[in-house]
């Protein structure tokens, strides 16, 4: 029995017959073990598909932590949260990139409509293009570099959060892990969990 469900156990006995989750509702211990053992199973399933180079790096300690601390649906909330606010990013970043490239297509039909000439045309279509390529460069840029800082913010809530397997971090493989916890995560939160 894990520690979690023991101290949960000792505080219903002391309490009565039910015992307070984190969100001060009163929960069954039983179904709290229930769903400690469910969620556990699944993430132990989950982890064995996973390559070895990853099933090596999420011990079973990992896993176990991380089924308890999703116990309660915060870590749920949490993750949604920031799935969401990515989306929206990632969306608001999109646009912004389809807007530099309609405004760049619309510098060059000025530029055409302006010269008669064919050669001024010619010239100035090629150093447009040139400088376009290398403005579009330069957002994507910092548009890596802004999802960068999300990884890093998202990595940051979540360890502050108490969320097991998630630190700081700029190491890819670590990463990786990360985002294979946060695929578990969010396919558990599809699943019905045992009452």
């Known amino acids: 029995m894990s ?6 156990t000792e505080n219903m006995q002391a309490d009565g ?3 307070s989750s ?6 069954d211990p039983l179904v709290l073990q229930r769903k400690l053992y469910f969620l556990n199973e699944q993430l132990q399933i989950m ?15 990992l896993l176990c932590a991380l089924a308890e601390s999703l116990l309660d649906n915060t870590v ?8 969401d606010i990515q989306h929206v990013t990632e969306k608001h970043l999109f646009h912004q990139r389809l807007q530099l490239i309609y405004n760049q297509s619309l510098e060059i039909q000025d530029m055409m409509l302006r010269h008669k000439d064919e ?4 010239a100035n279509n090629m150093t447009l ?3 376009h390529k290398r403005d579009l460069k330069e957002f994507d840029k910092k548009i890596v570099e802004q999802l960068d ?3 890093y913010d998202q990595q940051r809530f979540l360890e502050k959060a108490g969320v097991p397997g998630f630190e700081i971090t700029d190491n890819p493989t670590k990463i990786q892990v990360q985002i294979r916890l946060l695929d578990f995560i969010l396919r558990l939160s599809k699943m019905t969990m045992p009452e």
């Open 3 to 8: 520690l979690v469900i023991s101290m949960q």
């Open 17 to 19: 017959d039910s015992t």
């Open 22 to 27: 984190p969100n001060g509702l009163k929960a």
């Open 47 to 61: 982890a064995r598909d996973l390559p070895p180079k990853y099933q090596q790096r999420i011990p079973n300690e």
């Open 76 to 83: 749920f909330s949490i993750i949604n949260t920031l799935m």
């Open 119 to 122: 050669a001024v045309r010619f």
């Open 129 to 131: 293009k040139l400088k």
């Open 149 to 151: 800082q999300k990884v």
